[in-house]
């Protein structure tokens, strides 16, 4: 049996994390509708999709924290690809997000997007350790086998 290294257990309990919060945004949607709506993005979702566009996002979040953090906490590779691609898009959006918000001189907002995008990568960096894929079973190369 494979050990789950101590950062995998983290990252897949973060995504509990978010999927207990979505379900309670999801909850309070229900009993106060879309009036406990207040951040900026929930704002723009509502003006341009309505009501089914924040329950697509919520809805969707949930499904996919929990797969990630499922696959995470059995050490299944695509719960780890998964989180991967997860990261890389989160990584990429943040990025223009700080362009963005350096455009609009919006520096206390560019610099909360940097931090996101740091952290994107930084768990990027880490899924991608040769540690961590043999943890989830990925055969990798050494520099002996012309890696």
């Given at each position: 049996?494979?050990?789950?290294?101590?950062?995998?257990?983290?990252?897949a309990a973060l995504n509990f994390v978010v999927v207990a919060?979505?379900?309670?945004?999801?909850?309070?949607?229900?009993?106060?509708?879309?009036?406990?709506?207040?951040?900026?993005?929930?704002?723009?979702?509502?003006?341009?999709?309505?009501?089914?566009?924040?329950?697509?996002?919520?809805?969707?979040?949930?499904?996919?924290?929990?797969?990630?953090?499922?696959?995470?906490?059995?050490?299944?590779?695509?719960?780890?690809q998964l989180m991967m691609i997860y990261c890389g898009i989160?990584?990429?959006?943040?990025?223009?997000?700080?362009?963005?918000?350096?455009?609009?001189?919006?520096?206390?907002?560019?610099?909360?997007?940097?931090?996101?995008a740091i952290v994107a990568g930084w768990i990027l960096r880490?899924?991608?350790?040769?540690?961590?894929?043999?943890?989830?079973?990925?055969?990798?190369?050494?520099?002996?086998?012309?890696?």
């Amino acid at each position: 049996m494979r050990t789950r290294p101590i950062g995998v257990s983290l990252l897949a309990a973060l995504n509990f994390v978010v999927v207990a919060g979505m379900a309670g945004v999801g909850a309070a949607l229900l009993v106060r509708g879309a009036a406990v709506l207040h951040s900026p993005v929930a704002q723009r979702v509502l003006q341009h999709e309505g009501a089914g566009g924040v329950w697509f996002l919520v809805l969707s979040t949930v499904l996919l924290a929990a797969l990630m953090g499922i696959g995470l906490l059995r050490l299944r590779d695509w719960g780890r690809q998964l989180m991967m691609i997860y990261c890389g898009i989160a990584l990429a959006s943040s990025g223009l997000m700080v362009l963005a918000e350096m455009l609009r001189f919006a520096v206390d907002a560019a610099l909360v997007w940097l931090g996101a995008a740091i952290v994107a990568g930084w768990i990027l960096r880490y899924l991608t350790r040769p540690t961590i894929k043999q943890a989830f079973g990925v055969p990798v190369k050494s520099k002996a086998q012309g890696a």
